[in-house]
Each structure stands twice: as C-alpha cells, then as structure tokens.
C-alpha cells in the first residue's frame, strides 16, 4: 500500500486526527492492547528479535494510541502491540526461553514507551489500525485477512459486539459479503463501498477477498496457526478443511506439514473420492436386480425408482 492509497483510506478527518496527537512517554502498564485487535499471535523468532533491539537502542518508532474509553489514566494501543509486548519484563517466561536466549537479552527494558496520543472513535480507531498494520511487510495471510476485515466493518458502518470472536465476525460479514454478490441489484451502495475501498487496498477484488481469503478467519486453531506460522499455504489449508473424512484430513494436515504443494494434496483428494465413488457405485449395483427391487414394501420402491430416475437424469450426457 503506497502512501497514497494510506491517505486516500485514512479520509482528511482521520489523516489530520492522527498528524495532530501528542507526543509523550507512557509507562508500560499505562497501555492496554485494543480488546478488538485481530491480532492474537506473535511468533517467538520476530518477537524476540524486537525485544533485543529495544534492550539495546531503545523504541525507535512511536506506539499510537488513544485515551482509554473506560480505564482512566490508561490507553489503548491502536498500532504498536508488538512494541509492548517486546518490551515486557517478564518476556522471558512468557516465550518461554532457553538460557541461551535469555542471555542474549542485554540492557535494561524501558519502563516507558513513546507514544502518540490520539483522540478518536471506535470505528475511528479500528480503521487507523488497520491501514497501519497492512502496510506491514511481514503481514502473515491470517492477520492480512483480519484487518481487511476491521476495514470492511468500518466501510459498511457494520455493528458487532467487542466480545465477538474473530469467527463470529468473520461468518457474519461473510454471510453478507455472499449476499451482496449474489444479490447485486438489491446492494448497489454496499458492493459500490466494497469496491472502492478494495480499489484503494490494491492486490484484489472484494470479491476474491470473499472467496479465498476471507473463510481463512474461520478455519480451526491447528490450520489457522500452520498457516499463520508459514508451515502451510492458506489454501491449502482451505482444502484441508472442506473434507469431511476425518481419515482424509488428518493424512493431508500431515503431508502438507511435510511440504505437499496444493496441487499434491488435490490430487491426493481426487484419488480418494475417486475410491469412495468406485466402492458405493459398486455396492449400490449389487443391490439393484428386480429381485432385490420386487422385495421391497411398495413405498420403499416407489422412492427407490425416483432416485433412479432422478440419478439417470444427472448422468445424461457425463
């Protein structure tokens, strides 16, 4: 994202609220992370990093953040929770580190952290925070994926309560992003924002975002951190996911941990539904002779030739 698409994103009244803060030290246990923020996993190796560079040259970038809406003489962090987090005490337990690694953290921790200190909204709030961390070189697919969905929220003026989950919102906003496509005529000015605001993003289409990235969001914990640690693609991990074999699943987590390319592990799902369709067309024929059909209660027969039928009508011309 290029500074100007950050501006055009930000709009005036956003870009002056935030050129206009004030910039102070706060200790440590003044800032709170935002209840809202996505962002829930930090890896150890980055994170680490981080915390010997401030043990040694100090927080060189400020943390934004806003005056608490409910702790007084607190704040909450909009962009900068890795900063805060690098620049705990208790790192070292918290990461659980080797002797080695601890040995590695020289310097005193910063009991205070520079900050800019801004005076915005909650919708205000979640949409600074997320042009911020977009323009993040180092954003994994998951965290991508959620602030895009912050922005979203905030493009459809959409309501939620802070306690959702970030599959809860996920489903929801994706329920509506379903409909609008399906729906066009119906939700000119929600595709019309949607579209304007994946303009500014750049990379895809709101509706791309829907389909690939967006279900990501609510995939389950062990797929969700392979794919946020780079261990498997997002898509992957989508494949794996849609499969309802528990069997089927288990073996693709495994050879996509082991580095199976997507196209490997489709194949591998191809060969087994191929399997699966060979064995229930093969026992569905044993059982279809008019012997077999004659000694069915007349109902049950009855029901049995319309699936006939209807399964002869899917076959025509395959």
């Avoid at 050129?19 to 150890?44: M, Y």
């Avoid at 952290?113 to 994994?140: F, G, H, K, M, Y």
């Avoid at 946020?228 to 987590?253: V, Y």
Wanted: hydrophobic letters at 35%; one cysteine or more.
């Amino acid at each position: 994202m290029n500074d100007m698409a950050r501006e055009d994103l930000l709009g005036d009244g956003l870009a002056n609220l935030a050129s206009q803060g004030t910039i102070r030290p706060l200790k440590r246990t003044q800032l709170i992370p935002a209840p809202w923020q996505p962002r829930r996993h930090f890896e150890k190796a980055p994170l680490l990093a981080l915390a010997r560079s401030i043990r040694s040259e100090g927080v060189r970038q400020n943390l934004i953040v806003r005056p608490h809406p409910s702790q007084k003489g607190h704040y909450e962090v909009i962009a900068g929770e890795r900063r805060w987090r690098a620049s705990d005490p208790q790192l070292a337990e918290q990461l659980n580190l080797t002797p080695e690694e601890q040995a590695s953290l020289r310097g005193d921790v910063p009991s205070s952290l520079p900050c800019l200190i801004v005076n915005l909204s909650d919708s205000e709030a979640r949409r600074l925070s997320a042009i911020e961390n977009l323009q993040r070189e180092n954003l994994d697919p998951v965290d991508e994926a959620s602030y895009r969905l912050l922005l979203i929220q905030d493009a459809l003026e959409l309501k939620f309560k802070n306690s959702a989950s970030l599959s809860e919102l996920a489903r929801e906003v994706g329920r509506r992003l379903h409909s609008y496509r399906n729906n066009p005529d119906q939700n000119q000015l929600e595709i019309s924002r949607l579209t304007s605001l994946f303009e500014q993003l750049g990379t895809q289409s709101w509706e791309s975002y829907t389909t690939n990235q967006l279900p990501l969001l609510q995939l389950p914990d062990e797929l969700l951190n392979a794919v946020r640690d780079g261990l498997m693609a997002g898509r992957s991990a989508l494949l794996i996911h849609r499969q309802s074999d528990p069997k089927l699943r288990q073996n693709l987590t495994v050879r996509a941990l082991e580095g199976a390319s997507f196209k490997e592990l489709t194949a591998l799902v191809d060969q087994q539904q191929g399997e699966t369709w060979r064995s229930v067309a093969a026992d569905v024929k044993s059982r279809l002779g008019v012997r077999q059909l004659e000694r069915l209660e007349p109902a049950r027969r009855i029901r049995v030739l319309k699936l006939l039928e209807k399964l002869q009508q899917e076959l025509q011309g395959a």
